[in-house]
């Protein structure tokens, strides 16, 4: 199936960083979205990309749809002690019928951040 | 702001018994979907539905799943002989049916499944 690699797998930084992580995929996504899961706890949308080139902000979130349409990254500014947890990429290849199929998701990347 | 809910949070269960999982998916969304999550691994796609069938599964989903959507408002899954394997967190999700958005899947907070 369908393979997303995600780095990098864990980021230890200080408070008030800016981070930076990123999905790439051997093949075309018209999708990408991405969530952060907190400990126990479901997956949630952070942001979601249809367009290749396109840049989205949420807050202090950024994610980007690369031009090949086989890459994202998000970036996080400032960081702050709730922003730790995993996050993740996710999407749905180029291929797929559309609305009710599945997410491929990537492994995640841990984020830590040190007061 | 609307969720989607799971129940249990957790299950306990013995090897070869059946599991019920249920969820109520976001009231207006029409697609409906179950992941899966070995601790420490990555969420992993089992089935959609849609217009109260199956769209896609993976393969994953196999024999022993199966999914229902009962009334208005539940989605579930069931296995039919829980296996050691079979532990893990399972995930619920729903979008909703907008040109554009319909990617956008939320999820729930999740049912642990520890199978004994």
């Known amino acids: 199936g369908q393979q997303l690699n995600q780095s990098p797998q864990s980021m230890f930084i200080q408070e008030g960083e800016d981070v930076s992580m990123n999905c790439t995929s051997s093949?075309?996504?018209?999708?990408w979205l991405w969530y952060k899961q907190d400990p126990g706890e479901g997956p949630v949308l952070l942001i979601a990309?249809?367009?290749?080139?396109e840049l989205t902000s949420n807050g202090r979130l950024t994610a980007q749809f690369g031009i090949t349409r086989k890459d994202s990254f998000l970036n996080i500014s400032a960081s702050i002690p709730s922003d730790v947890g995993i996050y993740f990429c996710?999407?749905?290849?180029?291929?797929?019928?559309?609305?009710?199929?599945?997410?491929?998701f990537g492994k995640g990347t841990h984020l830590i951040i040190q007061p | 702001e609307p969720e989607v809910t799971q129940t249990p949070s957790h299950q306990v269960t013995q090897m070869g018994q059946e599991v019920i999982l249920r969820c109520v998916p976001i009231s207006n969304h029409l697609y409906f979907y179950w992941y899966r999550q070995i601790l420490g691994q990555k969420v992993e796609f089992l089935v959609s539905?849609?217009?109260?069938?199956?769209?896609?599964k993976s393969e994953i989903f196999d024999d022993q799943f199966s999914v229902e959507r009962p009334d208005g408002s539940n989605f579930t899954l069931k296995i039919r002989s829980t296996k050691l394997e079979d532990s893990a967190m399972y995930f619920c999700?729903?979008?909703?049916?907008?040109?554009?958005?319909?990617?956008?899947?939320?999820f729930g907070p999740g049912t642990r499944l520890t199978v004994l």
């Open positions: 093949s075309i996504f018209n999708t």
């Open positions: 996710a999407g749905q290849p180029m291929y797929s019928g559309g609305g009710a199929d599945g997410l491929t």
């Open positions: 999700a729903s979008s909703a049916l907008l040109a554009g958005s319909y990617n956008e899947q939320f």
């Open positions: 990309l249809y367009k290749a080139g």
């Open positions: 539905f849609y217009n109260n069938e199956i769209s896609e």
